[in-house]
């Protein structure tokens, strides 16, 4: 077993997001010959750790596989300092693939007691925002900022690792080495994109109604992170996201819309007034005049200009038709002024979009 260790420079860690303690935190990654533990080994472990007060980045190369009970053993003695694992899908790979195996040398583990940060799972709601098709680390890291030099696959490591534990090719070392060294370095960079999540959470501040014209208003409010890349969506609403400023665009709807009474059997239609009333009401007025109200008649019209909401935060709520899931309020130009209500409004607006 060889095992070769570097110091790192301080990088930007998101706790505040993420939830942890920088000397709890364990990254790290493994490198193996197939996906099941039974047919394949663990060759190389990857780990970064605070430690001092620096960081540093700790690689177990098993020269042969013989080694593989060397390697997992000094990783196991090194995570015993550390309360929290940071993995890139390594709940679904890494982790039963390393409990299986100390299994298999009855090698006392600690790891179920440990927490799992897994950054592909806190990651993958940003799919819509980041415009990619793929999740992977690789795909992810250009959009995070970063560039790694390794270029090898997967598939490309395991043939690479048999030809290294027969030759011992310090060039070949080299490779293997680079790329679990760039996928612990890949890591840490991958957290810049928890600077998009507080969206999700709704953590915004600063609501300032900008402007309004005769087709929408535009609402800016501030970030609590500078998002690593500008973004825009639309989905009914527009997002535009930019450094610590995120702009809501919503338009409006000038016309006649329907406020639909949920209790339909309780009124009548009227089809000359096209409205309902409640057969409180209804009852005098004469009965060649009314009908039974449906679903899709049971309401009141309003001329105006209307905002949508994606659920109900300002009521009356009105409707195009009784089937739409999207709802309207009468916009008055006041609602930006209640604070509360209209963190409440960009809130779901943005649970809308990003969902």
Not at 84 to 109: E, Q, S, W
Not at 110 to 122: F, K
Not at 193 to 208: K, Q, V, W
Request: net charge negative.
């Amino acid at each position: 077993m060889i095992q070769y260790k570097k110091t790192l420079p301080a990088f930007e860690l998101y706790c505040d997001i993420l939830g942890y303690t920088p000397s709890d935190i364990l990254f790290f990654d493994i490198e193996t010959t197939g996906f099941l533990t039974d047919t394949s080994a663990v060759f190389l472990i990857g780990a970064i750790y605070l430690k001092d007060n620096e960081w540093n980045l700790s690689q177990f190369l098993a020269e042969t596989l013989e080694e593989e009970c060397l390697i997992l053993q000094a990783f196991l003695d090194l995570a015993k300092s550390f309360h929290t694992l940071v993995h890139f899908n390594g709940d679904t790979f890494d982790i039963p693939f390393l409990l299986n195996k100390a299994a298999k040398y009855d090698i006392p583990c600690e790891i179920p007691q440990y927490t799992s940060l897994d950054l592909y799972r806190e990651f993958r709601p940003l799919k819509k925002i980041l415009q990619t098709d793929k999740m992977n680390q690789q795909s992810l890291e250009p959009l995070a900022g970063w560039k790694r030099e390794d270029r090898l696959t997967g598939k490309h490591m395991v043939t690479l690792y048999h030809k290294y534990a027969v030759s011992k090719d310090t060039g070949l070392r080299d490779l293997l080495l680079l790329h679990n060294h760039d996928d612990m370095i890949g890591m840490t960079h991958l957290l810049k994109l928890s600077a998009y999540l507080p969206l999700f959470r709704g953590e915004i501040s600063n609501i300032t109604l900008v402007s309004e014209s005769i087709s929408d208003i535009k609402i800016t409010f501030r970030l609590t992170h500078e998002v690593p890349s500008e973004f825009s969506m639309t989905d009914t609403f527009r997002l535009d996201a930019s450094c610590h400023t995120g702009t809501l665009t919503i338009p409006y709807f000038e016309g006649t819309l329907y406020h639909f009474f949920p209790d339909w059997k309780h009124y009548y239609y009227l089809p000359m007034e096209d409205q309902a009333i409640h057969k409180s009401v209804a009852q005098y007025v004469d009965k060649q005049y009314r009908e039974p109200a449906k679903a899709c008649n049971c309401y009141i019209k309003k001329s105006g200009r209307f905002l949508p909401q994606p659920e109900e935060i300002f009521s009356p709520t009105f409707k195009d038709n009784s089937a739409s899931k999207i709802t309207y309020f009468e916009y008055d130009g006041q609602f930006t002024r209640d604070s509360a209500a209209a963190y409440n409004y960009i809130h779901a607006a943005l649970s809308f979009l990003l969902r």
